[in-house]
């Protein structure tokens, strides 16, 4: 697939979204890590997926901390990843290509090493002084409020210079940016212009409800179950209900600020990582809302072990109840989160068969979707040692969390490469073993691949109006079977998903006498009358007539 891309203002609006994790996609200097050129080498694979845009997780300069979600530089790109040159060139490659791109600003926070920082803690009264979060002692030299660090430990950092704690929600070498600072949010925008003004197509916003903390500091109180001992986590930030150091209202009027700016360029788009708990999709429903705020949003919701009709459901439901006339991208994988074929494979069970069975469900929800670079391929959750771990959230947490190196190793693009075709190099984490039968080139040419599922997939959902940008209506039905209906057009298709490993039986809506089965229906039968028979673990999508 290569064209001009459309510029139509609503291009987003039910689009397939590639997230590229840049370091691990493709090394082109041989140094191990993945850059910029590797990705415009491998463009086309994407291309072919049927995607119509990729997000690229951050290249900026940065210190790597944070594998770089610990900007130094939000206008320049680390010569680990090449080039201001380099990025023009990817985007210029893209646009011929027919894809767009989006790429990760992360607003909320910045390196310790940024030149802003840097003058921020220097004094109490230079001209950026104001720009984080700084914050007095308790009077027993305790921190302001009781505040987690998602990452492990207080939230609040002691500056011997300044002799005041600033904020950090994750590393202490991530401080976080006082929004409340009108310069602040300015200077921000201007690096959002910076980056629209060379052919950015969109923007995912990093934490987007982390960026307004609470101005009083207050303590958060804890969750209820919590307090009754019904919880087991392994981190203790899940204790708390994190009402004050993040979600505040003040942050609607920013995300307004950032809409009107991607507005005056046309045809942009955002979407933003809402990390919310339970009140996510209300959330959800408050950024994206009215037109005026982000365009769409995606929550953890789908992000976790829970696999399962009536959780699907809850989710869709839950949504379309808060959120009337906003928009969610779903995703089952990213580089925060266990691979979905590895949480979601039963003991015993077959992950080929879940990662079929989960981008059809994907492609058939409501919203647009986003794909994690090698969930094409099948790929699981790399198992790695601990002394391979770059990931500080892991190493923090090791051996009750992993932490994110096993969903962040290289594509495996050559089966026989020393290296999988990613790098002449040492990779900067170690190929999987099991990810080499799983190669591009190997599945490339089979068309009864994983890869080629996806490619089918997708090429199929493009062609029905119903299940890019349709209604959704769930049905009631009985087990662990999720039925429901997307409309559009004209076009009214029925969507089953049979989450047990035994075959169930499923009637068709009333009034229906006739189904036509799309390009991948699945594996179904009419054996009834009236009903479908659906094979454990399968799905069914037929055109009601």
């Known amino acids: 697939?290569?064209?001009?891309?459309?510029?139509?203002d609503d291009w987003w609006r039910g689009c397939v979204i590639y997230q590229v994790y840049p370091r691990s996609y493709q090394d082109s200097t041989g140094d191990g890590s993945g850059d910029l050129a590797g990705i415009t080498r491998r463009l086309p694979?994407?291309?072919?997926?049927?995607?119509?845009?990729?997000?690229?997780?951050?290249?900026?300069?940065?210190?790597?901390?944070?594998?770089?979600?610990?900007?130094?530089?939000?206008?320049?790109?680390?010569?680990?990843?090449?080039?201001?040159?380099d990025f023009d060139a990817l985007v210029a490659e893209a646009h011929r290509l027919g894809l767009r791109i989006i790429i990760d600003q992360v607003l909320s926070h910045s390196s310790d090493k940024h030149p802003w920082f840097v003058e921020s803690r220097a004094s109490r009264d230079n001209p950026r002084a104001d720009w984080y979060v700084w914050a007095e002692p308790k009077?027993?030299?305790?921190?302001?409020?009781?505040?987690?660090?998602?990452?492990?430990?207080?939230?609040?950092?002691?500056?011997?210079?300044?002799?005041?704690?600033?904020?950090?929600?994750?590393?202490?070498?991530?401080?976080?940016?006082?929004?409340?600072?009108?310069?602040?949010?300015?200077?921000?925008?201007?690096?959002?212009?910076?980056?629209?003004?060379?052919?950015?197509?969109?923007?995912?916003?990093?934490?987007?409800?982390?960026?307004?903390?609470?101005?009083?500091?207050?303590?958060?109180?804890?969750?209820?179950?919590?307090?009754?001992?019904?919880?087991?986590?392994?981190?203790?930030?899940?204790?708390?209900?994190?009402?004050?150091?993040?979600?505040?209202?003040?942050?609607?009027?920013?995300?307004?600020?950032?809409?009107?700016?991607?507005?005056?360029?046309?045809?942009?788009?955002?979407?933003?990582?809402?990390?919310?708990?339970?009140?996510?999709?209300?959330?959800?429903?408050?950024?994206?809302?009215?037109?005026?705020?982000?365009h769409m949003c995606y929550t953890f919701d789908l992000l976790g072990p829970a696999f399962s009709a009536e959780h699907v459901r809850k989710c869709v439901d839950d949504f379309e109840a808060a959120v009337a006339d906003g928009w969610v991208c779903w995703a089952f994988s990213n580089h925060?989160?266990?691979?979905?074929?590895?949480?979601?494979?039963?003991?015993?069970?077959?992950?080929?068969?879940?990662?079929?069975?989960?981008?059809?469900?994907?492609?058939?929800?409501?919203?647009?979707?986003?794909?994690?670079?090698?969930?094409?391929?099948?790929?699981?959750?790399?198992?790695?040692?601990?002394?391979?771990?770059?990931d500080p959230y892991g190493i923090r947490f090791w051996p009750g969390y992993k932490g994110r190196d096993g969903c962040r190793t290289p594509m495996v693009w050559e089966a026989q490469s020393e290296q999988g075709g990613f790098t002449d190099g040492k990779p900067w984490l170690p190929i999987a073993d099991e990810h080499r039968a799983l190669a591009v080139d190997r599945q490339q040419a089979d068309a009864r691949s994983v890869l080629a599922h996806y490619r089918a997939v997708l090429e199929a959902r493009r062609r029905h109006p119903a299940l890019v940008a349709g209604t959704i209506k769930i049905l009631a039905a009985e087990g662990d079977v999720l039925t429901f209906e997307r409309e559009a057009k004209g076009e009214r298709l029925l969507c089953v998903f049979n989450f047990s490993d035994a075959a169930a039986d499923v009637p068709l809506p009333a009034g229906v006498r006739k189904i036509e089965p799309l390009e991948f229906a699945g594996t179904a039968g009419l054996f009834a009358p009236g009903t479908l028979q659906v094979p454990g673990l399968a799905y069914f999508i037929g055109r009601l007539i």
């Open 1 to 8: 697939m290569t064209g001009k891309v459309s510029m139509g």
């Open 45 to 85: 694979h994407i291309a072919s997926l049927g995607a119509d845009a990729v997000w690229l997780s951050p290249f900026f300069k940065s210190p790597m901390a944070d594998m770089g979600y610990d900007v130094s530089d939000y206008c320049d790109v680390d010569p680990m990843f090449g080039s201001l040159a």
């Open 139 to 294: 009077p027993d030299g305790t921190a302001p409020s009781n505040w987690l660090s998602i990452f492990g430990g207080p939230a609040w950092e002691w500056d011997s210079t300044r002799r005041q704690y600033y904020l950090h929600n994750f590393l202490a070498s991530q401080p976080d940016l006082n929004f409340h600072n009108p310069d602040v949010q300015d200077a921000l925008l201007e690096t959002v212009r910076f980056w629209l003004d060379r052919g950015v197509d969109g923007f995912r916003l990093d934490t987007v409800n982390f960026y307004v903390h609470d101005r009083w500091l207050r303590d958060n109180p804890p969750l209820e179950k919590s307090v009754s001992g019904e919880i087991e986590e392994k981190n203790p930030y899940e204790y708390q209900d994190h009402l004050f150091d993040k979600t505040r209202p003040e942050n609607i009027g920013f995300l307004k600020r950032f809409r009107a700016l991607l507005d005056e360029y046309g045809a942009r788009s955002s979407v933003g990582e809402v990390g919310d708990g339970a009140r996510s999709l209300q959330t959800v429903a408050a950024y994206t809302s009215g037109g005026d705020k982000l």
């Open 336 to 390: 925060d989160v266990i691979r979905h074929v590895t949480r979601w494979t039963r003991p015993g069970g077959d992950p080929e068969r879940v990662a079929r069975f989960s981008i059809a469900l994907l492609a058939c929800l409501r919203g647009s979707i986003c794909l994690y670079q090698g969930e094409e391929l099948g790929f699981g959750e790399a198992d790695l040692a601990f002394e391979d771990l770059r």
